[in-house]
């Protein structure tokens, strides 16, 4: 667990999986394309807006990137950093690399300007979809593929893909939790299953809101 032996090494892990995650790969694609982002379609830094906004190659490219954002801070965290608390290392990383990309500091500086005289920061980020994916690759594979099938079914069906997400990981995170219960997984894994309930939902929550009002985008529908 935590104590005064491995707090440097947990320090190293929040501030390197905060910044991994932080890195702003939509936001660069846009720019690759001449668009910004940031004030396109939803105005999300993630593979959904990309696709609406300048294609679903470069769609597919921003989101594997963020899937490996998760993936490479998992294990970087656990297998470089604090290898011998795994279990710490691990739950660490995943929460923070997703709180990066959600609250980007890379993408909130870029975005920063000066109006009036004054300057304007204004917190850029992302949902967290593709880069807790990730993280959640080196947690339990079988599982969270598993989810992502079911997600990816529901979004066949109904063309929404923040409802497919939302189940996905309302799923993977059932399970998740189901396995730390039958003790095939760390209990410290909770307070990645835990910041996961909170964040997923939370930064959803405009698409929760027009999902029930019916005025949810559907998959495929351009971007303006």
């Known amino acids: ?52 906004a300048v294609g679903k190659g470069w769609a597919i490219f921003t989101g594997l990137f963020d899937v490996a954002k998760g993936v490479f801070a998992v294990w970087l965290a656990r297998d470089v950093i604090l290898v011998e608390q795994i279990g710490v290392a691990t739950s660490v990383a995943a929460t923070c690399v997703v709180i990066g990309h959600n609250w980007s500091l890379f993408a909130t500086i870029l975005t920063a300007s000066f109006e009036g005289g004054r300057l304007k920061v204004i917190p850029r980020g ?39 997400v939302l189940i996905g990981f309302a799923v993977a995170n059932v399970w998740l939790v189901a396995l730390v219960g039958a003790e095939y997984q760390k209990p410290i894994l909770l307070l990645y299953a835990l910041a996961l309930s909170v964040m997923i939902p939370l930064r959803h929550w405009g698409n929760m809101q027009r999902l029930q009002a019916g005025t949810e985008r559907r998959l495929g529908e351009r971007a303006t």
Request: proline share 2%; aromatic share 10%.
């Open 126 to 164: 992302g949902k967290g979809a593709a880069t807790a994916f990730g993280a959640m690759l080196m947690i339990q594979p079988f599982q969270i593929l598993v989810a992502a099938a079911i997600g990816l079914a529901v979004i066949a069906r109904t063309r929404y893909v923040s409802l497919g």
């Open 1 to 52: 667990m935590f104590s005064s032996d491995n707090a440097a090494q947990v320090l190293l892990i929040i501030v390197s999986s905060y910044l991994i995650g932080s890195f702003p790969t939509a936001y660069f694609v846009g720019k690759a394309r001449n668009v910004n982002i940031f004030e396109v379609g939803s105005g999300n830094m993630g593979g959904t807006n990309v696709a609406r």
